[in-house]
């Protein structure tokens, strides 16, 4: 069995290997995919991702849930701890960590995401088993951020070639309710048929 390293890798590899103008149209479906998905119209809250690069891009996701009236929060990295700010405008943010596009607390009084009713978090990742786990960079700050907030309902974002049918996760892995692609969800059994 290869190794978490060399997994992460491969998957990185094929995910680097999809076109800039492939991985568009692949955004733009998913984010199709995210709109018709059972929790949208009723979700207030929506934790999403600036994407950098090879990422599905869920920029004309955000815009779009801006749009529907949708609380929408980034998240900006401190050290170890990474956490999620309540964004209004693009203006509101400003490359940070990794050259990620992050919350600029610096030039304006942005709110902290606190534990709401009706929240979900969109995760990206490496890759995704069947079962719900995901393979990050290896930095550990989703997990640690899920595991101090247990109510969100986690959506692991990617795409299809992104899939794996399964690996053994670590002790510490905090796994999806949802994965969603460009062409199917993907409801884990730590969904168990549960609605928001």
Do not use: C
């Not at 969100?152 to 899939?163: A, E």
Request: aromatic share 12%; glycine share 6%; hydrophobic share 35%.
């Amino acid at each position: 069995m290869e190794s978490k390293q060399e997994l992460r890798k491969e998957m990185k590899a094929i995910r680097d290997g999809i076109s800039e103008e492939e991985r568009s149209v692949l955004s733009t479906q998913i984010a199709e995919q995210l709109r018709r998905e059972a929790w949208y119209p009723s979700v207030k809250h929506i934790l999403v991702y600036s994407a950098i690069r090879s990422e599905v891009d869920l920029s004309e996701f955000s815009r779009t849930a801006a749009d529907d009236g949708k609380v929408l929060y980034y998240p900006k990295v401190f050290g170890k701890v990474m956490e999620f700010y309540r964004i209004d405008q693009e203006e509101m943010l400003r490359p940070g960590a990794f050259s990620v596009m992050e919350p600029d607390t610096d030039s304006y009084p942005l709110e902290v995401y606190k534990d709401q009713k009706e929240s979900v978090i969109l995760v990206p990742g490496v890759a995704f088993s069947r079962e719900g786990y995901r393979l990050g960079y290896g930095g550990g700050y989703y997990d640690r951020y899920l595991a101090e907030h247990r109510n969100l309902y986690t959506v692991g974002i990617g795409f299809s070639r992104q899939i794996l049918d399964t690996w053994l996760p670590e002790e510490f892995d905090i796994p999806m309710k949802e994965i969603v692609t460009e062409n199917m969800t993907i409801e884990t059994h730590f969904f168990k048929g549960r609605r928001m």
